[in-house]
């Protein structure tokens, strides 16, 4: 199970830390990754890390996004800052045992998800 939380309306320019709190399996065994969704559009990724530490980030938030991995707390984690109004949407965390690097950013190589957290940039 995927917990996601963190989520929240925040000016432009502001920060926002989301986590996502696995249960059932160990994040160290596990490819995670996020990934986010604005109405009518399709679910991107924003970024990934494979089993190994290996990080891919989506363009569009390189500099910006950092992702880390907590395996004590079995927590990911996504800090956002340099906020941007385009950065608003439902930001989901994924899971899979085998995801390459190259497929990080694919939502389609993620079989568990969590139900999302919203974030408003205004």
């Known amino acids: 199970q995927l917990v996601e939380s963190g989520g929240g309306s925040v000016q432009a320019g502001g920060s926002l830390r989301l986590s996502c709190t696995v249960s059932?399996?160990?994040?160290?065994?596990?490819?995670m990754g996020w990934f986010r969704q604005a109405p009518g559009k399709e679910r991107e990724g924003v970024a990934g890390?494979?089993?190994?530490?290996?990080?891919l980030y989506a363009d569009s938030v390189k500099g910006r996004f950092t992702l880390s991995k907590d395996s004590a707390k079995n927590t990911l984690y996504l800090q956002m800052n340099s906020l941007k109004t385009e950065d608003t949407a439902m930001y989901y965390c994924?899971?899979?045992?085998?995801?390459?690097?190259?497929?990080?950013?694919?939502?389609?190589?993620?079989?568990?998800w969590g139900q999302g957290t919203q974030v408003t940039v205004s």
């Open positions: 890390i494979d089993r190994y530490g290996k990080i």
């Open positions: 994924a899971a899979d045992v085998r995801v390459y690097p190259w497929q990080l950013l694919r939502h389609e190589s993620f079989d568990y």
């Open positions: 059932s399996v160990s994040v160290t065994n596990y490819c």
